[in-house]
């Protein structure tokens, strides 16, 4: 315990030193290169030299008390004025407080160097030239001014776009968790209501249709946290989904399955379930009217299609669940969208086949 608490403190103090360090480098640089630009021709020889460090020294002083105020001024209104709520009246409080303070220490660093430096006399200190010496110092802290604001407002603003990007993809994720929810009930409890109509016509088919379930159910719990899946997979489980439907309906329902490619192209899960549920319980399925359903590749769409024979809105109002699911697991996992065309004796869905990012 001891030893992690030295450690501890070590890692402090080396930390302190370190900013320490840095600072007092940048504005030993900040110093150095004013003095260049004042006095070039100082640095030609070693008297030269000698005679500009107590310039050097007041740039020095200057630099550092004013780098200095403008991170404490920063770091205070960090937390109470926001730059992207409130950024007029956050620039308004940061000058207004930030030069207040550059012309005090200023004036003080004057003060102190001038009585030091032999020019001034306690008795007799000008101070109307003072202040106006102080002024000078000024255009150092604009510039640092000028520095410290900048920084501050693109900090806030790249803190605010990660937060609220963090935001938008916390709430996609949960919408999305919540459309894939859906499906296991709503898969469940259709099926548990086919079932119970089935039981009393057919004992047999019925056992024949719990037996096909329950190989159904396995592939929906399966993918149940997958947001993608292969299309091979997905178009196998509709062909069972399918087979499943026939033992209730026998002949008054048909379905066909063509695909040319399924290596490396996938679907929402449980997507062509919805759209196969859709069509067998919106439309007619009789021996005068069977139904019929075609689930075929057409390079980068699999178009899912159903002869369009409704029946009446009042048996089986649609609520449009299903494919507004659809919709919106596409517009989570892609820019593209599904496409839905009615004729007279058709109802198609268009499913555009997605592709793994490189």
């Known amino acids: 315990m001891e030893c992690n608490s030295q450690e501890s403190i070590f890692k402090i103090q080396s930390g302190i030193w370190r900013t320490f360090s840095k600072f ?32 050097f020294l007041y740039a020095l002083a200057i630099t550092i008390a004013m780098s200095y105020g403008g991170n404490v001024v920063e770091n205070y ?9 409130h950024p ?8 207004v407080t930030y030069l207040s303070y550059a012309f005090v220490v200023a004036f003080i660093i004057v ?17 109307l030239l003072l202040a106006k010496i102080s002024l000078q110092p000024m255009i150092i802290a604009l510039i640092i001014m ?6 501050s407002w693109l900090m806030e603003w790249r803190k605010s776009a990660i937060e609220a990007e963090k935001l938008k993809s916390e709430k996609l994720a949960s919408q999305y968790q919540g ?11 259709n099926s548990l209501n086919a079932l119970s109509n089935l039981v009393y016509e057919d004992a047999d088919r019925s056992a024949a249709f719990i037996q096909k379930l329950s190989k159904i159910y396995r592939y929906v719990l399966d993918v149940q946290n997958e947001e993608i899946v292969e299309l091979e997979k997905e178009v196998s489980f509709a062909k069972n989904y399918l087979e499943l439907q026939k033992i209730r309906f026998e002949d008054s329902l048909e379905f066909k399955i063509e ?40 390079g980068e769409e699999l178009w899912v299609s159903n002869t369009f024979q409704p029946k009446s809105s009042k048996d089986e109002p649609s609520k449009g669940i299903g494919l507004e699911n659809i919709r919106l697991r596409y517009q989570h996992l892609s820019q593209k969208k599904i496409t839905v065309t009615v004729t007279e004796n058709e109802y198609l869905v268009q499913l555009p086949l997605l592709k793994l990012s490189s």
């Open 24 to 55: 007092m480098l940048i504005n030993f640089g900040i110093a150095l290169t004013l003095m260049i630009l004042f006095c070039p021709s100082c640095f030609l020889s070693w008297n030269g030299i000698i005679n500009i460090i107590p310039d």
């Open 77 to 85: 209104y960090d937390s109470r004025v926001s730059w992207i709520k």
């Open 88 to 95: 007029v009246k956050r620039l308004l409080f940061t000058g």
């Open 111 to 127: 003060f102190i160097f001038s009585l030091l430096t032999d020019q001034i006399e306690i008795e007799s200190i000008p101070w």
């Open 146 to 151: 000028a520095i410290f604001t900048t920084r």
């Open 179 to 189: 459309l894939k929810d859906q499906l296991n009930p709503h898969f469940l409890f």
């Open 259 to 298: 695909l040319t490619n399924t290596s490396e192209v996938f679907l929402p899960p449980l997507s062509l379930q919805l759209l196969l549920e859709n069509a067998i319980k919106h439309n007619i399925a009789s021996q005068e009217n069977p139904l019929f359903i075609n689930i075929l590749q057409k």
